[in-house]
């Protein structure tokens, strides 16, 4: 009833009692579904902003809100806000500005959410333990930052596939792509996989649409590597430090994604890094 018009998507809010109806990822088309987005943003406005009543809607992918931001940057919507996976938006000149138009950090909020600064944090609470954890988890997590590192090349590719209407990652499931051992469990990548993949997209590209190499290289894993890809790495990399720690816990994406969200919102109000301040900084911008 309220996305019809631009007058219902502005009154939405109001019919709620709400400051702001927020829109965000997900849902799959299917009013009032849930979505991890829901979460994520939700967790985010409550934490950063308390002052404001705000009601989160899924609302589909990122095509459908793109085309809402548009509104809401031109006026047509009001009482509005959006928020956006990165992506390589700014990258590609493809970012919407607006201080209602909220965009993640990294390239998407599992990267955010995700982040290698909370690693330990996240198994301390799998754990249930307090205080520093034992030294051999230093190798779960110095081989997360390591495969961060060795899929840069392939991360730049995915950049590459961007800007000619293309991609690598989202072409398939993450579990094609790393995965644990089976003895160790430590955490590996398969590049024959993700090479094939990344030949087959290559060669959908169109004469068309081809374009050279971007002058820019990414040099950010952590920030850049495909959210859902980055979220099964970060799982992997737990899975492999419990078996480190000879721990036997069955560690699921809901268990992850609910532990990893709550880390993130406690550290964002006073963390000291650029991910924090760019959502202090992008949540004080909304009026109250």
């Keep these: 009833m309220f996305v019809r018009t631009n007058s219902g998507l502005s009154n939405r809010a109001l019919f709620t009692g709400a400051s702001y109806t927020l829109y965000v990822e997900g849902g799959g088309g299917i009013p009032g579904a849930g979505s991890s987005d829901v979460v994520f943003w939700g967790d985010l406005i ?3 902003r308390n002052d404001l009543k705000v009601t989160v809607i899924a609302f ?3 095509p459908e809100l793109e085309t809402m931001a548009e ?3 031109s006026g047509a919507v009001t009482n509005t806000l959006v928020a956006l996976d990165s992506d390589f938006d700014e990258f590609l000149g493809d970012r919407i500005d607006h201080y209602c138009i ?3 950090y990294g390239y998407s909020w599992e990267n955010d959410a995700f982040c290698p600064t909370l690693f330990d944090e996240c198994l301390r609470r799998i754990l249930k333990a307090e205080g520093a954890l034992p030294e051999v988890v230093s190798l779960a997590r110095n081989r997360l930052f390591d495969i961060l590192q ?3 090349p392939w991360i730049n590719a995915d950049f590459w596939l961007r800007s000619m209407n293309s991609s690598l990652f989202p072409k398939a499931r993450p579990g094609r792509f790393l995965g644990n051992g089976t003895v160790t469990a430590e955490v590996v990548v398969y590049n024959k996989e993700i090479w094939k993949v990344c030949r087959a997209s290559l060669k959908s590209v169109t004469p ?5 190499k971007p002058e820019l290289w ?3 894993g952590g920030c850049f590597l495909h959210g859902h890809l980055y979220q099964h790495l970060f799982k992997s990399t737990v899975v492999y430090a419990l078996k480190l720690l000879e721990k036997k816990v069955q560690v699921s994406d809901d268990l992850i994604e609910h532990l990893s969200v709550a880390a993130f919102c406690r550290w964002v109000g006073t963390g000291e890094d650029h991910r924090s301040e760019h959502y202090r900084r992008m949540f004080a911008k909304i009026p109250a």
């Excluded at 068309?208 to 050279?212: E, G, L």
């Design 71 to 73: 509104k809401v940057r």
């Design 60 to 62: 589909g992918g990122k």
């Design 46 to 48: 409550r934490t950063l």
């Design 218 to 220: 990414i040099v950010s």
């Design 102 to 104: 909220l965009y993640t």
């Design 208 to 212: 068309a649409q081809r374009r050279p």
């Design 150 to 152: 060795d899929l840069l």
